[in-house]
Each structure stands twice: as C-alpha cells, then as structure tokens.
C-alpha cells in the first residue's frame, strides 16, 4: 500500500511564491505518473499539473492552463519525490493540493491527505 505525504503548504502573499513537496513510501516502483491536484471551497478537485515517474522513459509534464508558466513540477526519484514549485501565486490559487500516484495504471489512484496553500491579496 502506498503512503504519499505532502509538506511545503502555507499562507504566501500575492506574487509570492511556495514549494510543495510530496514524498512516496515504500516505493515508487510500478508508479506511471505522479500529479499534482486542488480542490477550492464549493469546486471540484482539479488536476494542476502531473509528470511521468517512470525512470526509464523521458521525462514528461503536462500543465493546467491556469497555472502554466507559473507553476513547475519535478521529480526526485532517488528521494522518491515530487515537488511543485509555484511562482507568481494569485489569490485563486487558494485550495487543498493534493498529491497524487497513478500506479500500474494512467489512473490516479493513491492520494495523500493534502496541504494547504492561502494566498493572501
């Protein structure tokens, strides 16, 4: 059974920026993708961004519209983590991110227990 557990959340200021990190136990064997999600007050949880966690295959990101440019996904997978980086935060980005694994599936089907981030105008 995998256990992902995220840190990094917090209060950031408009154009500020925060680090999420999310780490899996006991391994990120069989893992195709990792994402990154958010769920706001009163919305449905949403993708934000996700990579490819295969080490034998290139590297592969997609992105939220939303958050393209400003935000940026990564990988250690030595560290058996994923990081999300967000830059020029906005209020709207004020939700619950969640990580996310997609394991012997394209399906995410493990998620951690979420962290949040507040941004302040």
């Known amino acids: 059974q995998l256990q992902l557990v995220e840190s990094g959340g917090g209060l950031a200021q408009t154009g500020g920026s925060l680090k999420l990190s999310c780490t899996v136990s006991?391994?990120?064997?069989?893992?195709?993708?990792m994402g990154w999600h958010r769920q706001a007050p009163g919305k449905e949880r949403v993708l934000v961004a996700e990579?490819?966690?295969?080490?034998?295959?290139?590297?592969?990101?997609n992105y939220a519209t939303s958050v393209k440019g400003r935000f940026t996904i990564s990988r250690d997978l030595a560290r058996r983590t994923v990081y999300l980086q967000l830059n020029s935060l906005k209020p709207e980005d004020t939700a619950v991110y969640y990580c996310?694994?997609?394991?012997?599936?394209?399906?995410?089907?493990?998620w951690g227990q979420g962290t949040q981030v507040t941004v302040s105008s």
């Open positions: 996310a694994a997609a394991k012997e599936g394209w399906s995410y089907n493990y």
């Open positions: 006991p391994s990120i064997s069989g893992i195709n993708a």
């Open positions: 990579i490819t966690a295969d080490a034998t295959s290139d590297v592969g990101t």
